[in-house]
């Protein structure tokens, strides 16, 4: 015999009641028949809906040709809770995440960004709900998303970022009118342990370039271009805080005498930076690659940029490996290309910049941001810090001082009662017949 019972939410009143009826939680199947263990949703939040449900898996009733279709359509019935108006036509999960895809292409985002929004919701999420069986929106709900998060495999911070895209795919749903609740409420925040930035040290950094020397693409290379334009690839992004993406599509216009004109590629913020001579110099002078291209330093302009970027991460990867960089306990340090602007950042800090100049100079959107990565590396906090902790100490007893006069008085005092204890005793002239 089957039964429906309520689901409740966590912050449900009647939570402890699975026989109430009129909450708006969902529905469910369970109980035996034909000598089967049935549970599962009946996927409304109505208790008379659920009980039509229950009757036509029982086969008690023996309906219509027109009740049996809309019998069996009951999975396709809108739950109140999330779709009001009946008049409406209910949107499918393609409907829905083809829309969305739409309105971000129109928006005019990065391509990276379209990317892995179609990665995210093509790919994955619409893949996914097909599995299982969920084709409209409203059929969506928390416990199925909790299920759909379950598959994830990346790493905390892309599960964190995945998250708020599947939020803000919800939010949309919700102000298009496709459904009236967002069912991504109580999904929880993903726990992300922040990595400590790191940096190159001025001796690192030697032996990074010192490393490009001896650098070489492959055995049969032929001089050292390769190497040469690794070692001024690596002295700009030291020296301007670029991105390797802005490093790598760099065009020649953007340097100016001595100055560089940054324009970050996430934020737009157009910053003039100085650079040194030595770097300036070799930035004139620097040997075209294989496919040269008179607009841009590093790159031939052909292709994707995303494709340029990942063949120079690659080269830098052999670079860090032939230098060797290694920790105090011997371990080899983890290096990568960022690090060469964080080496920028920090150092400017260490010089004392105060951190909203070093917030400009790296096109952040907010100071916070900075202050997230960089704050322990700001040289006037660090003195603020060692001066309270200095301050915190209990005060010593101060010995008093002794002026000259008596400082020879009782040095004169202290000779006597040496010279008085050195000479021997002489008996009484009584005792010596």
């Not at 004392?352 to 916070?368: E, N, T, Y």
């Not at 906090?381 to 309270?388: A, E, F, N, V």
């Not at 000259?404 to 005092?413: E, H, I, M, P, V």
């Amino acid at each position: 015999m089957l039964s429906v019972y309520t689901r409740h939410a966590a912050d449900c009143a009647k939570a402890k009641d699975k026989d109430w009826r009129r909450c708006r939680c969902p529905k469910w199947i369970s109980g035996t028949h034909d000598g089967e263990l049935i549970r599962k949703s009946a996927k409304t939040r109505s208790w008379e809906k659920a009980e039509e449900y229950r009757r036509l898996l029982e086969g008690v009733s023996i309906p219509t040709p027109v009740q049996a279709y809309e019998s069996v359509r009951i999975s396709d019935r809108a739950p109140t809770g999330h779709h009001r108006d009946q008049k409406k036509a209910r949107v499918t999960v393609e409907t829905a995440v083809e829309a969305y895809l739409s309105a971000a292409r129109s928006r005019g985002l990065e391509s990276s960004t379209l990317s892995k929004l179609e990665g995210i919701f093509r790919k994955q999420f619409l893949a996914w709900c097909s599995s299982q069986g969920y084709k409209f929106l409203d059929e969506v709900d928390l416990d199925a998303l909790l299920t759909f998060r379950d598959t994830w495999i990346d790493g905390p911070l892309a599960k964190r970022k995945k998250q708020e895209r599947l939020i803000g795919f919800f939010w949309a749903c919700v102000r298009r009118r496709y459904i009236t609740e967002n069912p991504t409420f109580g999904l929880g925040k993903i726990k992300v342990d922040q990595t400590p930035t790191d940096y190159f040290p001025p001796h690192e950094f030697d032996k990074i370039v010192d490393a490009t020397y001896a650098y070489r693409e492959n055995r049969g290379e032929i001089g050292n271009t390769n190497s040469t334009r690794l070692r001024i690839m690596t002295l700009l992004m030291r020296w301007s805080g670029l991105r390797i993406r802005d490093a790598v599509t760099l065009e020649k216009t953007r340097l100016h005498g001595d100055s560089l004109l940054l324009y970050q590629a996430k934020t737009g913020t157009p910053v003039y930076v100085p650079l040194p001579s030595f770097l300036v110099e070799s930035l004139r002078a620097l040997p075209p690659g294989p496919k040269p291209n008179p607009r841009y330093f590093f790159w031939s302009g052909n292709g994707l940029a995303k494709s340029a970027v990942a063949n120079w991460q690659r080269s830098f990867r052999r670079l860090f490996t032939l230098a060797d960089i290694r920790r105090p306990d011997g371990s080899p340090k983890r290096c990568h290309p960022h690090m060469f602007r964080d080496t920028f950042a920090v150092e400017m800090l260490l010089a004392g910049v105060p951190i909203d100049q070093v917030s400009i100079l790296l096109g952040h959107a907010s100071v916070k941001i900075t202050e997230k990565h960089y704050s322990p590396w700001v040289k006037a906090r660090q003195i603020q810090l060692q001066q309270s902790v200095r301050n915190a100490w209990p005060v010593e007893q101060s010995k008093p001082t002794i002026s000259a006069t008596n400082r020879r008085r009782l040095k004169r005092r202290a000779a006597v009662v040496k010279v008085v204890q050195l000479e021997p005793s002489v008996p009484p002239s009584s005792m010596i017949n």
